[in-house]
């Protein structure tokens, strides 16, 4: 779709906009929603653990440092996630419309099990180590054989 899109606008940049503005609107849609839903349940919620029975529920300013508290307690790559999304979705606008969608696709889900495959050998982002399996690297060389097929053919 972002690259159909960005291909009538002319634009990989305008594109990704566009799509990261619809999901930022559904998703303060959704938290909208959430909230009305849950908010008249809050005040006769039942204490949290630690909480004496008689404690009157935390105030709204009170919940909202400690969803900050617990925010700036998050480890680094948590802030790039933004990031990544972002240049995730402009390359995939930028390149179906040069490459192609299926071979746009299938170079990104390379990169995706590359990129795990590296993860779980070195223990990267605090992930327990696996040691990568013979038959993981073989399933990689064919999905890099599949890309250097299409490309020639």
């Not at 995706?112 to 070195?122: A, K």
């Amino acid at each position: 779709i972002n690259g159909r899109l960005g291909s009538e606008l002319g634009s990989a940049l305008h594109a990704s906009f566009i799509s990261f503005l619809i999901g930022t609107l559904l998703l303060v849609l959704i938290v909208i929603i959430q909230e009305g839903f849950t908010h008249g349940r809050r005040a006769d919620a039942r204490p949290r653990q630690g909480q004496a029975a008689s404690e009157p529920a935390p105030s709204a300013t009170a919940a909202f440092m400690n969803r900050l508290a617990v925010i700036g307690a998050s480890p680094w790559w948590f802030w790039i996630g933004g990031l990544i999304g972002a240049t995730y979705v402009f390359g995939n606008a930028f390149l179906a419309p040069v490459l192609g969608t299926g071979l746009t696709v299938i170079i990104v889900l390379f990169g995706q099990i590359c990129g795990g495959l590296t993860v779980d050998q070195f223990g990267l982002l605090r992930a327990s180590k696996r040691r990568v399996t013979g038959i993981q690297i073989v399933g990689a060389a064919i999905l890099l054989a599949g890309i250097i097929a299409i490309r020639l053919f």
